[in-house]
Every structure is written in structure tokens, then in C-alpha cells.
């Protein structure tokens, strides 16, 4: 069944062009307009939306952070993105108004779950975004969108993530549509956008080696931080989580912007850090500012290992590694950047010689509070 890969987890990490193109399919009609006919929801509902709460758990709550930036940027709706167990015992402000979108693989973790029935006896309309059909999270909400990954076995999740970021986008892509914050035709063109994007996790995944090279070199590192801006930081965050899970490293994941408010005392010789580098093609100051961050620690004796595009030279003088990503829209960079660090998990669990597949103390889903 690893269809002649290592383990699951490398298995699924290749199904991930097929996760984000089939989680893509089906979701436009043949003006290119999206059509979502599974929602249940009424359209007067959506349309009156005033505020979105995402809820999950882990990785998926990672993929709603980064879901949340290109929602509120596309619908001009503000979207909160709240751990589904701290969302539940903090007396949040819900009504009928609020759409609450609850993000899971498993579609049955505990945590999530009781947070979406807290939802609905608060009158919000719940839609789950979800991988597992027929599981209890999306029978319990008042709409589903399921994301077409396919079975996920390994216990960290992977191809999940690429496709839950996708069906996010998809849903914030229409109801742009449904409240005109787009037009048409530049609803398709993201659309075309993000098809486009199997294509290019598909080139991410074929420049592995490198990553694995460079995970079996580190394999007696004891803590590694990891630095994003904007829809790169929760793909920071990932990735440490990623590295703990997995290789049992301490790790975390840092806004870059908050490294002088604290964490840049961490940096100390020898220190590996990973750098999400945003598009140099960005409109805004990101780039440079992240150029500026890693300058900073690179003087302060980090080892640098950043994730830039293709073509981003600013990057190459401060770098002790590269992993060349495809360019893309700075939204959807995502999709992109996270796969370089789910390898080099994976290759440094594998190089100590621990069980990819089967962490210690994890369980696939967490069915307890
Ligand atoms: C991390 C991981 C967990 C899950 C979390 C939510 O690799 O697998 O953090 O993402 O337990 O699980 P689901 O998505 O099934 O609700």
C-alpha cells in the first residue's frame, strides 16, 4: 500500500499535487464560475456573513491561519482563527451572523467537534472542511467541503494540509463571489492560479534530495526555530511542528517581524534556523524585511536555511542553504514553501531512525479531549 515509497508519510507527501488538483475539482461550472451545490447553507446567509471563525486543532488550525489572510483579503470579512479547546471555554461572541468553519482531517477530533455543537447552540452556521466522508464533524455541521486528499495514514499530516489550505481558498473565493468583492473573470484567474499549483508542488517534491541531504547532516541538532511573515508564518509554525512530531526536536515557529522583541536571544553560533523568504515580487516590504531578518541572525552566528523563489538572488549572500521553491502569488506561496520542511522532517526523523509513520505518544485522530 506505500505504493514502493519508505513509508506512508513519503507516499503522501507525493500525493500532494493530486490532493490540491482533486480538492480543485469539480468547483467551477463551465463559465468559471465556483459552485459549491453541497453547502446546505442559504445564499442570503453567506451573503450576510459579518465575521468568520475558523476552529481545528494542530496542523489544520495552520492551515486556517494562513487561510485566514487570503479570506480577509479576497471578502474583506474578518476571520478569526481560534484552537478549537480554547474556543470552547472562553465564552466567544457568536450568533447568527458568524460563520464558523471548522477544519479537520479526521472529522472526528473531540476538540473540534465540541466546539462546533458550542457553535451552533450559539447560532452560528457551521460549515466543515473535512477529508474523512461520512465522519462525525461534517454530519454534525450545517455544510461540508470536503477535501478530495484521500486516505491519510501516517500520523503526521501532510497532503491534508496542502488540500484543507485549497478548500479554504476555494471557499473564501466564493463567497467573494457571492458578495461581488470579485469579479468574475478574476475569480477564474485565481482559480487557474491555484490549478496551477499541482503542477508546482509537484517540482518542490522532485527537488527533494537536497532537503534530505541536508536533514541527514543535522541529525544531531537539539533545536531548530523556523520564521515567516505574512502566510509564512503559519507555514513556520507547521514546520516546527512538523520537526517535533516527527524527529523529537525542540522547535519553533517565529513571526519574523517579533524577532527583535525576543527571540533573536536565541540565536547563538551554530544555530539552525529556517527562513520562509516572502516573493520578492510582492508589492510590500516583505521581501527586504525578511532579508534584513536574516542578515541579523546570520551575523549573530545562525546557520541559515532558507525557502526562497526561484530567480530570488537578495537571498543567496546570507544563506548557508537554499531550497529553490516555483514562483507563485504571494497567497498562494503556501501551498510551496511547507513541502521542503515536511521532507526535512521526515529525512531527519528517518536519519535517527525513528518511525515516520508512527510517532511516539501520537495517535492519527485524537477521539479524547
Ligand atoms: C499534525 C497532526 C495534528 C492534527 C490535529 C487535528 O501533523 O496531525 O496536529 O492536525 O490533531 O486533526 P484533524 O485534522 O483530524 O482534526
Not at 507527501?13 to 482533486?22: M, N
Not at 523556523?226 to 517565529?254: D, N, Q, S, T
Amino acid at each position: 500500500e506505500k505504493g514502493g515509497f519508505e513509508s506512508f508519510m513519503d507516499k503522501e507527501i507525493h500525493d500532494q499535487p493530486h490532493a490540491v488538483a482533486d480538492t480543485l475539482l469539480g468547483r467551477t461550472d463551465t463559465a468559471g464560475r465556483i459552485v459549491l451545490d453541497d453547502l446546505r447553507i442559504d445564499e442570503s446567509v453567506l451573503r450576510s456573513v459579518d465575521k468568520i471563525i475558523v476552529i481545528a486543532c494542530g496542523t489544520a488550525a495552520y492551515a486556517g491561519h494562513v487561510a485566514k489572510y487570503a479570506i480577509e483579503h479576497w471578502c474583506r470579512i474578518p476571520v478569526e482563527v481560534e484552537l478549537a479547546h480554547e474556543f470552547r471555554y472562553r465564552d466567544p461572541i457568536v450568533d447568527e451572523r458568524t460563520l464558523v468553519v471548522a477544519i479537520s482531517q479526521s472529522g472526528e477530533t473531540m476538540d473540534t467537534l465540541m466546539a462546533v455543537r458550542h457553535a451552533r447552540e450559539q447560532g452560528a452556521k457551521v460549515l466543515a472542511i473535512v477529508n474523512t466522508n461520512g465522519s462525525t464533524i461534517p454530519r454534525e455541521s450545517d455544510a461540508v467541503l470536503y477535501t478530495h486528499a484521500g486516505p491519510e495514514i501516517a500520523v503526521a499530516s501532510t497532503k491534508a494540509f496542502l488540500a484543507q489550505i485549497t478548500a479554504a481558498y476555494v471557499l473564501g473565493l466564493y463567497l467573494a463571489q457571492l458578495r461581488g468583492n470579485k469579479y468574475p473573470d478574476e475569480v477564474t484567474q485565481i482559480m487557474d492560479e491555484l490549478r496551477d499549483m499541482a503542477r508546482k508542488v509537484q517540482t518542490v517534491i522532485e527537488r527533494g534530495e537536497y532537503v534530505r541531504a541536508t536533514a541527514r547532516s543535522m541529525k544531531d541538532a537539539d533545536k531548530v526555530l523556523f520564521l515567516g511573515r505574512h502566510v509564512g508564518y503559519p507555514v513556520a509554525m507547521e514546520g516546527a511542528l512538523k520537526l517535533k512530531e516527527l524527529a523529537y526536536i525542540h522547535a519553533e515557529g517565529f513571526a519574523a517581524g517579533e524577532l527583535k522583541h525576543g527571540p533573536i536571544a536565541l540565536i547563538d553560533e551554530g544555530q539552525p534556523v529556517f527562513v520562509v523568504v516572502p516573493s520578492p515580487r510582492g508589492r510590500d516590504q516583505l521581501h527586504s524585511k525578511m532579508v534584513s531578518n536574516i542578515q541579523e541572525i546570520r551575523a549573530r552566528g545562525a546557520r541559515t536555511l532558507v525557502i526562497a523563489e526561484d530567480g530570488d538572488d537578495a537571498v543567496r549572500a546570507y544563506a548557508d542553504e537554499i531550497f529553490w521553491i516555483p514562483q507563485a502569488p504571494s497567497l498562494l506561496q503556501p501551498l510551496l514553501a511547507v513541502v521542503p520542511l515536511q521532507i526535512f522532517a521526515m529525512a531527519l526523523a528517518s536519519a535517527k531512525g525513528l518511525d515516520v509513520d508512527q510517532p511516539r505518544n501520537l495517535a492519527k485522530s485524537v477521539t479524547v479531549e
